[in-house]
């Protein structure tokens, strides 16, 4: 294993991160995993095979159309983040984390029901970088094929460990980025403010 170190998460044990994007019933519409334990969200997205299809044109969303993340995400025309909360947030601002948190949580029960069921991908008995990779992605397949076939799992749901969500954006964001936040946060505050 090529710097050890760096697969030491803030948490102080080694691990293998894992992206995923998923539907509204849980199911994995993308993985990527084998990145060390220490990279930040952020940079792990750009490293991302759906990272360069985005960014080479191969996947287009639409206006109304994004995938959503936490903070520790770059805002863009495709990916909507929250705002940093420095406690300095508008009513409408805080409703609109509010609202995103909501929606994020399909993501983090899928991730918790995938460590629930296959408990082992904790404690893998190998250090080749590759086989662990395929192993989490394999997971993923076999979650995806246990909710298509209704093998729904009941266990507990294991709490999903965010990697680094508090580190704040390097990048800026584009203006056509934060006119489509901005836009969503005044329909969702119109919406939904009492």
Sequence with gaps: M???NSYINR???PSILLQGICDNKKLFLDVYAGESGSLNDARLFTKSDIFGRISNG???????????GDVAYPLSTYLLVG????GNLSEPQKLFNRKLSQSRIVIENAFGILKGRFRRLKFLET???DLIALLIISSCILHNLCILNNDLYDGPIEENEQNDQSLPH??????AAVTKRTNLVTYLYNRFHI
């Excluded at 705002?83 to 420095?86: A, L, R, S, V, W």
């Design 58 to 68: 191969e996947i287009d969303f639409p206006n109304n159309i994004h995938l959503i």
């Design 2 to 4: 090529e710097y050890p």
């Design 127 to 129: 250090k080749r970088l």
């Design 83 to 86: 705002f940093e909360d420095n």
């Design 11 to 13: 948490k102080g044990y």
């Design 170 to 175: 390097i990048t800026n964001p584009g203006p």
